[in-house]
């Protein structure tokens, strides 16, 4: 069928984002702004069109969650494990390293340290997961719900709470 068949009903039921209709235009989604009356209005584009949009839209995407990750990774190495007290320098340890080196041990230490929720039963998801989909309000919302802990006090806290030591 030509694109202009198709109306906002057959969208996600019979066309998906991505279906490329016999006039050659590829279904990028459905607009829902008001101006496009009550049912929202099918947004087609030219092959070529769609592909440079999506590959854009990637590239964004993976910046802000760069961006997003960057800026939890400070808190982390300000924080430490707020349940053991483990730092930054506690982990570099006192050998001399080369740049490069620290740089991976600053690396590891972010890694080590977990956004742990105080109050299971607040959670609404784990902060590093949701990077891309919520807000950024949103996840630093969850992140006031947690303390800073390192994986040993992590698996610790959590196995006494929800889950069996393995
Ligand atoms: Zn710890």
Redesign the pocket.
Known sequence: MLSTAYTYKDYNKTIKRGFVSDDNLKLWSMDKRPSFAKHGYLNWRTIEEWETATEKKKASTKKNRLERRGILNTMKRERG?E????TLQDFMGKSRRTKENKAFMTDMFSRMIDFDHLNPKEKSFNVGDKLDRYKWDVILKEVDKCRT??K???DKHSGNQTRKVK
């Open positions: 494990c349940v053991c007290g483990m802990a390192c040993l006090c992590h």
